[in-house]
């Protein structure tokens, strides 16, 4: 589990930068890139993730073991609904596209489109995110394992 966790860090930080200075060098020709992606979703993935961050402190706090399962279900729950939310409107679409698929998205992209420089700043703003996420579910394995190694005393 903590090699895998690691390799996933690992990953992420690597390809990170590689996907922002992509993304720099070939404009807005990628179809998932972040035009889709307004100031008011962001927004409220940035309410959500604090609220995350909060059930995760209430979890680390709670010394009944009920009530920790409780409030881990919780979070598990409120990182799967932040998922979907960084999904967001790509979801579902994957590397399976079509071309009328493909069509819609150059419209929409076109009729939203931004300036690169705000492109880039939401790019940077969805990566932190990403890494805020990543510390969640890293929070949540410590805290899970912890009632593991409770039950096994």
């Known amino acids: 589990m903590k090699k895998l966790l690691s390799l996933t860090i690992a990953s992420l930080l690597i390809i990170s930068p590689v996907a ?3 993304a720099q060098q070939h404009g807005d020709k990628n179809p998932m890139s972040m035009g889709m ?3 008011g979703k ?3 993935m940035q309410q959500h993730m604090s609220k995350m961050n909060t059930l995760l402190e209430e979890v680390k706090s709670e010394t009944d073991p009920e009530k920790r399962q ?3 279900h919780k979070h598990a729950q409120s990182m799967e609904d932040m998922m979907t939310m960084m999904r967001g409107d790509n979801k579902g679409m994957g590397h399976s596209m079509g071309k009328n698929n493909m069509d ?3 419209k929409m992209k076109k009729s939203k489109a931004m ?3 705000q492109n880039m700043e939401m ?3 969805r990566l932190m995110m ?3 996420m990543m510390e969640q579910v890293m929070g949540h394995t410590v805290e899970e394992s912890k009632m593991v190694h409770e039950h096994k005393k």
């Open 20 to 22: 922002v200075v992509s």
């Open 37 to 39: 992606m307004d100031e």
């Open 42 to 44: 962001m927004e409220n």
């Open 70 to 72: 409780e409030l881990l």
């Open 104 to 106: 819609k998205m150059d």
């Open 115 to 117: 300036p690169p420089e």
């Open 123 to 125: 790019m940077e703003e």
């Open 130 to 132: 990403m890494q805020q």
